[in-house]
């Protein structure tokens, strides 16, 4: 694959329709400026404001480019919020679609046949495995990413964290919590 990669880059680059220090941009924009820390931060200011989170219930496009987080894959994007009742999943049965601006590029497992199969199949059975166990009364949703539409997960809250500053509370908001694969991190508790 490195090999294929690097033919096409040359073969592009020779024929003058890319340009390898844009490429080089583009590369170092999403393995270091871009990633689930600004996710993080979404789930944060809608924890800390209510007023910020009915906006990114109603309009998650706009409430997240408010704080700056736009751009590919992240042109329509739809949040949901977990509840004690519903627990949201976020899967791309088809390919791999994935909100790039706030949570980065996927993870490999989200871009395999099992998780992309499974998860709609037994979601409850894919999430044990990542170590959620839900009440059965909890209904899982499974939300099905497309080309059209991306989906951020805000995760529940954790209890004992009444004090804590918007930055301390993205501290707590890992990557999976959402995606719908993992809840948000207790206070104290190990990365
Ligand atoms: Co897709």
Known sequence: MDLRVRALETVLTEKGYIDPAALDVLIDTYQ????????????????????????LLKDATAAIASLGYTGRQGEHMVA?????????????????????????LPPTWYK????????????RGVLAEFGVELPASTRIRVWDSTAEVRYLVIPQR??????????????LVTRDSMIGTGLARKPGAAP
């Open 32 to 55: 270091t400026k871009i990633g689930p820390r600004n996710g993080a931060r979404v789930v944060a200011k809608a924890w800390a404001d209510p007023t910020f989170h009915d906006w």
């Open 80 to 104: 949901v919020a977990n509840t004690d009742d519903e627990h949201h999943m976020v899967v791309c049965t088809l390919c791999s679609c994935y909100p790039w601006p706030v949570l980065g």
């Open 112 to 123: 395999s046949a099992p998780y992309r199969s499974r998860a709609v199949k037994e979601p």
């Open 158 to 171: 954790p209890d004992g964290t009444d004090g804590l500053s918007e930055e301390q509370l993205a501290d």
